[in-house]
Structure formats: structure tokens, C-alpha cells
């Protein structure tokens, strides 16, 4: 019964954490340390989407970096490419 109420808050607070941020922090602060096995299980799933989300805004980041890096691999060589053709004597 115990490890349930766990599980319910634990995907309560990983979900309002997701779809409802303001209100969670606002629920967050009301938790304190307490016996009671939801609002822990609450708590760890806000802290287990926060750890989520962080690593996806991370990939999203190196993902972005890495499309610039194309860009600017394919604008320099096609430089490239046009200034080999005017240096060639015909």
C-alpha cells in the first residue's frame, strides 16, 4: 500500500512538474519533510523531470550547435569552391 502511494505521487509530481510548472513550484514549497510516502514520491518525481529535462534541453543545445557547425562547413566550402575557379590562368 505504502510503495502505491509512492508510485502515485512520484507520477503526479513528475507530470504537474511537465504540464504545469508554476503550480508545482508552488506545491514544492508547501512539502515539507513528511512521513507520508505520496509527498515524498511527489517530490522525487518533480526532482527525476527536472533531471529529464535538463539532459533533453542539453541535447537540444549540442543538436542546434551542431546544425550552426554544418552550416558554416558548408557556406565555407562552397567559398571555397568559387574562389579555386578564379584563380586558375586560362
Do not use: C, W
Request: no cysteine; net charge neutral; charged share 40%.
Amino acid at each position: 500500500m505504502e510503495d502505491e502511494k509512492l508510485i502515485k505521487g512520484f507520477n503526479a509530481g513528475y507530470l504537474s512538474g511537465k504540464f504545469k510548472p508554476d503550480l508545482t513550484k508552488q506545491i514544492s514549497q508547501g512539502i515539507t519533510e513528511s512521513e507520508d510516502q505520496y509527498a515524498f514520491g511527489f517530490m522525487q518525481g518533480v526532482k527525476q523531470y527536472e533531471l529529464d529535462f535538463s539532459k533533453e534541453a542539453e541535447k537540444n543545445k549540442v543538436k542546434e550547435h551542431q546544425e550552426k557547425l554544418q552550416k558554416l562547413r558548408q557556406s565555407f566550402t562552397s567559398k571555397n569552391e568559387k574562389d579555386k575557379d578564379h584563380g586558375i590562368d586560362r
